[in-house]
């Protein structure tokens, strides 16, 4: 069945230090992906997303991610981590729905704190 | 401005009662989605539409009714609320199937 895992429910990073996510999804297709983050009591806002093509993506505020087909990921990361990125990450693939459209299966989030 | 806005923000409603959620957007889409989040936990799809007057049943489509009146409104109903359907629902809209979607600021439910 199709769905994403997100191994790593909870992360703690030091402010200035380098982030990664771990995002697997399993889908037959190919996959469109997707990063989203949540900031407390409001939606989810993208980060970047991946259409079939370069495997490395750049999204907002110096986040980026790297597609691998062979390993089923979309791992998120960024080089230096800021005390404003204290929020919850969702991964999310786009998988073919009926009548020719499509939707979105998200992974449990990975909620991440940074530590001064 | 908000491309997405969903009214009421928060509701208490109280059980076997009927509660509608709207969602309202300005982006142009022709998809619009809603889906739930428990506490902790990532969304699942309950209905989407892709066309006015039409609507398609998601993952968790029980208990929950959709209408499509306009392509900008999208409208959640419960008919009979019930404890379990305590969750914040998020409305969202996208250009076409496959697109990002944008999410509205999401609206906590309580059923007591």
């Known amino acids: 069945a199709q769905s994403v895992t997100q191994p790593d429910a909870r992360v703690t990073v030091s402010e200035g230090a380098s982030l990664q996510l771990r995002c697997k999804y399993s889908?037959?297709?190919?996959?469109?992906l997707f990063w989203y983050v949540q900031y407390p009591r409001q939606g989810l806002q993208l980060l970047l997303k991946y259409y079939p093509g370069d495997p490395v993506v750049q999204g907002v505020n110096g986040f980026e991610a790297e597609f691998s087909k062979s390993n089923s990921s979309f791992h998120l990361r960024k080089a230096s981590v800021h005390w404003s990125d204290w929020a919850v990450y969702f991964c999310?693939?786009?998988?073919?729905?009926?009548?020719?459209?499509?939707?979105?299966?998200f992974g449990e989030g990975t909620k991440l704190t940074v530590s001064s | 401005e908000a491309a997405v806005t969903q009214s009421p923000r928060s509701k208490v409603a109280v059980t076997g009662g009927k509660v509608t959620l709207s969602c309202h957007q300005t982006n142009n889409h022709d998809y619009m989605y809603w889906y739930r989040q428990d506490t902790g936990h990532g969304l699942r799809l309950i209905h989407y539409s892709y066309v006015a007057d039409s609507t398609e049943k998601g993952d968790i489509p029980d208990g929950y009714k959709a209408s499509r009146p306009s392509q900008e409104n999208f409208s959640l109903i419960l008919e009979l609320a019930s404890l379990s359907q305590t969750a914040v629902y998020f409305c969202?809209?996208?250009?076409?199937?496959?697109?990002?979607?944008?999410f509205g600021p999401g609206t906590r439910l309580t059923v007591l």
């Open positions: 889908y037959f297709g190919t996959p469109y």
């Open positions: 999310a693939v786009s998988i073919e729905n009926q009548g020719g459209s499509a939707k979105l299966i």
């Open positions: 969202a809209s996208s250009l076409w199937g496959y697109a990002e979607q944008f």
